[in-house]
């Protein structure tokens, strides 16, 4: 159950010694436990600006807007970068500026489950990494006193959470993403996901100016629809990419003979066939790079998470201040 931190609590550590989470499944329990890593990510901080408003750790994101406010006199322990010298030239005595910081901005996430995401090779599906990279990012935006939300997706359609502040708003999404995630079964029925597409068109409608957009998904299926809807919301939003892959994705098998089956049907692949081997890691890497691209073409935070990568360490190390025109890649992450 979530709880204030009492006093005599120890303060948990940014990183843990340990992989946080572990399985092919996931409960909101475990979600939650996730809160106290989520201090040491720039996801919602402010970005880095010369106003002394500005917060303690910077984000790869604009932040939130600092508005001037008005000019007053000088007092002692006002900030000397806000001296406003033209007033204080003109009327002969010091004179500062006063900003209002904007109220808080909602944070989005579109999580996108569809039966692809269960599966992995390493530590976790891909599904369970994408449920604990949601959860630690909406922490993160949560303890920064901004509201969160978002749309999540899966084989039982299209949940929808309007942004809220406070333990309201993230436990309602990190329980509608624990009820999406993709059982080891499901991979046996017909996918009846709703299209990327779709949700990307969910979104454009309750995304607001400014907000901070994060997508979480395999994106396996990004078709010019929905390559369209994410350009829109890379116009009015602050947004971040977040492929999830297993290795084996990008890399084929050891030389040999494998069978391969998502329980509903089998193929067998020859492990021993360079050529093969060779279209293989092509057709994961033209997907990534073609996403990257777009995200470089509409300055949108591109961040790759592998199932076998520690999550608090990637999004420690991969959501840091960058121009933004500067953009992670999957050989600059995992490489």
Same mark, same amino acid.
């Given at each position: 159950?979530?709880?204030?931190?009492?006093?005599?609590? !120890?303060?948990?550590?940014?990183?843990?010694?340990?992989?946080?989470?572990?399985?092919?499944?996931?409960?909101? =329990?475990?979600?939650?436990?996730?809160?106290?890593?989520?201090?040491?990510?720039?996801?919602?901080?402010? @970005?880095?600006?010369?106003?002394?408003?500005?917060?303690?750790?910077?984000?790869?994101?604009?932040?939130?807007?600092?508005?001037?406010?008005?000019?007053?006199?000088?007092?002692?322990?006002?900030?000397? =970068? &806000?001296?406003?010298?033209?007033?204080?030239?003109?009327?002969?005595?010091?004179?500062?500026?006063?900003?209002?910081?904007?109220?808080? !901005?909602?944070?989005?996430?579109?999580?996108?489950?569809?039966?692809?995401?269960?599966?992995?090779?390493?530590?976790?599906?891909?599904?369970?990494?994408?449920?604990?990279?949601?959860?630690?990012?909406?922490?993160?935006?949560?303890?920064?006193?901004?509201?969160?939300?978002?749309?999540? &997706?899966?084989?039982?359609?299209?949940?929808?959470?309007?942004?809220?502040?406070?333990?309201?708003?993230?436990?309602?999404?990190?329980?509608?993403?624990?009820?999406?995630?993709?059982?080891?079964?499901?991979?046996?029925? @017909?996918?009846?996901?709703?299209?990327?597409?779709?949700?990307?068109?969910?979104? =454009?409608?309750?995304?607001?100016?400014?907000?901070?957009?994060?997508?979480?998904?395999?994106?396996?299926?990004?078709?010019?629809?929905?390559?369209?809807?994410?350009?829109?919301?890379?116009?009015?939003?602050?947004?971040?990419?977040?492929?999830?892959?297993?290795?084996?994705?990008?890399?084929?098998?050891?030389?040999?003979?494998?069978?391969? &089956?998502?329980?509903?049907?089998?193929?067998l692949f020859d492990g021993h066939d360079s050529a093969r081997r060779r279209a293989w890691q092509q057709r994961f890497q033209n997907r990534i790079d073609a996403l990257n691209r777009l995200c470089q073409q509409h300055r949108i935070l591109f961040l790759p998470v592998s199932t076998a990568d520690d999550p608090v360490r990637v999004l420690r190390d991969g959501?840091?201040?960058?121009? !933004?025109?500067?953009?992670?890649?999957?050989?600059?992450?995992?490489?």
């Amino acid at each position: 159950m979530w709880r204030r931190p009492e006093r005599g609590d !120890r303060e948990p550590p940014s990183s843990p010694s340990e992989p946080v989470v572990r399985g092919v499944t996931i409960t909101t =329990r475990e979600l939650i436990t996730l809160r106290r890593y989520a201090s040491g990510i720039a996801f919602a901080g402010r @970005s880095r600006t010369a106003s002394p408003l500005a917060g303690g750790h910077a984000s790869p994101f604009r932040g939130r807007g600092i508005d001037f406010e008005e000019v007053r006199a000088y007092q002692p322990g006002d900030d000397i =970068r &806000s001296m406003d010298w033209r007033v204080t030239a003109r009327t002969g005595k010091p004179h500062t500026k006063l900003y209002r910081e904007e109220r808080e !901005r909602p944070a989005l996430f579109l999580v996108d489950l569809p039966t692809s995401m269960a599966f992995g090779t390493r530590r976790v599906f891909k599904s369970v990494q994408a449920a604990t990279i949601t959860a630690l990012m909406a922490w993160n935006v949560v303890g920064h006193g901004d509201r969160v939300g978002g749309l999540v &997706s899966g084989i039982n359609g299209h949940s929808e959470h309007r942004p809220q502040g406070g333990k309201r708003g993230i436990l309602q999404l990190l329980k509608a993403v624990t009820e999406a995630v993709p059982t080891p079964d499901s991979t046996a029925q @017909s996918d009846t996901t709703p299209p990327l597409s779709e949700s990307l068109a969910r979104l =454009r409608r309750v995304a607001r100016p400014g907000s901070l957009v994060c997508l979480v998904s395999d994106f396996q299926n990004v078709d010019a629809t929905a390559r369209r809807h994410l350009i829109s919301l890379a116009r009015h939003t602050d947004m971040a990419v977040m492929p999830i892959f297993d290795p084996l994705e990008a890399e084929p098998p050891p030389p040999g003979a494998w069978r391969f &089956s998502n329980g509903l049907t089998s193929t067998l692949f020859d492990g021993h066939d360079s050529a093969r081997r060779r279209a293989w890691q092509q057709r994961f890497q033209n997907r990534i790079d073609a996403l990257n691209r777009l995200c470089q073409q509409h300055r949108i935070l591109f961040l790759p998470v592998s199932t076998a990568d520690d999550p608090v360490r990637v999004l420690r190390d991969g959501l840091i201040p960058q121009s !933004r025109h500067g953009h992670n890649t999957l050989q600059e992450i995992h490489g």
